[in-house]
């Protein structure tokens, strides 16, 4: 549904591949959450990066089938002009500060007659957990203002306790808006038994067809996603990053994320028992000159023989290199060279 909107929207009519609900193809891949694979025309990867770049992307195309002569510009693809959708305001509700070290929490979504227009975040980070409701903007609705706000009620397992149990948005003062609902609450206790989140709201169509109330159900267990990805960045805090002052603090964590890289084998953004036990291994894996001593130039990655980029490199995982198929080393551009 979403791959056809995508078209639709996209006016492409390139093919696509859709992961399905289990992630099997992000898994199968070295699941990395921004990972790049070039195919050629008999179906074997020739190129594998793990953080895509379009720049080295170009770079890459260009090794493989040759310099382009004439490149694409936008009007060559005579995609058709749409008008905006109209759609409720954005930037109305100030958004909640939280803690940058949280993780995905697992969510499943029990079965209802009606689409979820909001869907459910929840992320944990010590005693705290975030709930966020979003609505999904494939269904085109926005919240009526005018209509009960937003309220949900958490029921815990045994020996588990949350503080608030239940909540409501604030009041908006426009007629309607996009923003997500968001909250957060204090937890107690641990279980290995989910909580369940009831959410009741309106839900109102951009077209202004229906506004129905809505009420649904989300089961919230205290165990990481691995799928859940990061949450987003402020508008203000992608700014900070962009100027000198962030590219100062980048280059600040870049270590520090090499070597959480390096010791989390798994990949689930944690450092478990077995993973600190061999600790030393995966430390060594980074000491490229075998000195028996980590320089800033290793641990970045720029030592002799290492790899480019340590933020998106584990060493010991699956192989992920630029151009490291024997296949491809060995072909002539001609071979892959796009036919008319």
Same mark, same amino acid.
């Given at each position: 549904?979403?791959?056809?909107?995508?078209?639709?929207?996209?006016?492409?009519?390139?093919?696509?591949?859709?992961?399905? #609900?289990?992630?099997?193809?992000?898994?199968?891949?070295?699941?990395?959450?921004?990972?790049?694979?070039?195919?050629?025309?008999?179906?074997?990867?020739?190129?594998?990066?793990?953080?895509?770049?379009?720049?080295?992307?170009?770079?890459?195309?260009?090794?493989?089938?040759?310099?382009?002569?004439?490149?694409?510009?936008?009007?060559?693809?005579?995609?058709?002009?749409?008008?905006?959708?109209?759609?409720?305001?954005?930037?109305?509700?100030?958004?909640?500060?939280?803690?940058?070290?949280?993780?995905?929490?697992?969510?499943?979504?029990?079965?209802?007659?009606?689409?979820?227009?909001?869907?459910?975040?929840?992320?944990?980070?010590?005693?705290?957990?975030?709930?966020?409701?979003?609505?999904?903007?494939?269904?085109?609705?926005?919240?009526?203002?005018?209509?009960?706000?937003?309220?949900?009620?958490?029921?815990?397992?045994?020996?588990?306790?949350?503080?608030?149990?239940?909540?409501?948005?604030?009041?908006?003062?426009?007629?309607?808006?996009?923003?997500?609902?968001?909250?957060?609450?204090?937890?107690?206790?641990?279980?290995?038994?989910?909580?369940?989140?009831?959410?009741?709201?309106?839900?109102?169509?951009?077209?202004?067809?229906?506004?129905?109330?809505?009420?649904?159900?989300?089961?919230?267990?205290?165990?990481?996603?691995?799928?859940?990805?990061?949450?987003?960045?402020?508008?203000?805090?992608?700014?900070?990053?962009?100027?000198?002052?962030?590219?100062?603090?980048?280059?600040? #964590?870049?270590?520090? #994320?090499?070597?959480?890289?390096?010791?989390?084998?798994?990949?689930?953004?944690?450092?478990?028992?077995?993973?600190?036990?061999?600790?030393?291994?995966?430390?060594?894996?980074?000491?490229?000159?075998?000195?028996?001593?980590?320089?800033?130039?290793?641990?970045?990655?720029?030592?002799?023989?290492?790899?480019?980029?340590?933020?998106?490199?584990?060493?010991?995982?699956?192989?992920?290199?630029?151009?490291?198929?024997?296949?491809?080393?060995?072909?002539?551009?001609?071979?892959?060279?796009?036919?008319?």
């Amino acid at each position: 549904m979403h791959v056809d909107e995508a078209k639709r929207t996209l006016g492409s009519r390139i093919p696509w591949i859709c992961d399905n #609900m289990n992630n099997d193809l992000k898994h199968a891949l070295g699941n990395r959450p921004n990972s790049e694979f070039i195919i050629d025309p008999d179906g074997k990867i020739v190129v594998s990066i793990e953080w895509s770049q379009p720049e080295e992307l170009r770079s890459d195309l260009k090794q493989l089938v040759g310099p382009v002569t004439k490149p694409t510009t936008l009007d060559d693809l005579q995609m058709p002009s749409r008008k905006p959708p109209q759609k409720a305001a954005t930037g109305i509700v100030k958004r909640i500060a939280v803690p940058d070290n949280m993780s995905p929490l697992k969510i499943t979504a029990r079965k209802s007659e009606i689409p979820h227009y909001a869907k459910l975040r929840a992320e944990m980070s010590g005693n705290q957990i975030y709930l966020g409701f979003f609505l999904d903007p494939l269904y085109k609705v926005h919240w009526n203002n005018k209509a009960p706000t937003l309220t949900f009620d958490i029921k815990t397992p045994s020996g588990v306790t949350v503080t608030p149990s239940t909540g409501t948005a604030e009041k908006v003062a426009v007629d309607a808006d996009a923003d997500p609902r968001e909250f957060l609450i204090n937890l107690d206790g641990r279980s290995s038994e989910p909580m369940l989140v009831t959410v009741k709201y309106f839900a109102c169509d951009d077209a202004e067809t229906f506004c129905i109330p809505v009420e649904q159900q989300y089961e919230v267990s205290l165990e990481r996603d691995r799928d859940g990805g990061s949450r987003r960045q402020s508008a203000d805090r992608m700014a900070q990053n962009r100027g000198s002052s962030g590219r100062a603090r980048m280059s600040e #964590m870049m270590p520090r #994320m090499a070597i959480m890289r390096a010791l989390d084998i798994n990949g689930d953004g944690e450092i478990a028992a077995e993973e600190i036990k061999a600790a030393p291994k995966s430390l060594r894996q980074l000491d490229k000159d075998s000195n028996e001593r980590l320089s800033t130039d290793e641990i970045r990655g720029h030592g002799a023989g290492g790899f480019r980029d340590p933020r998106f490199r584990r060493p010991g995982g699956p192989p992920m290199r630029r151009f490291g198929d024997p296949r491809f080393q060995n072909s002539s551009p001609k071979k892959y060279a796009p036919t008319k």
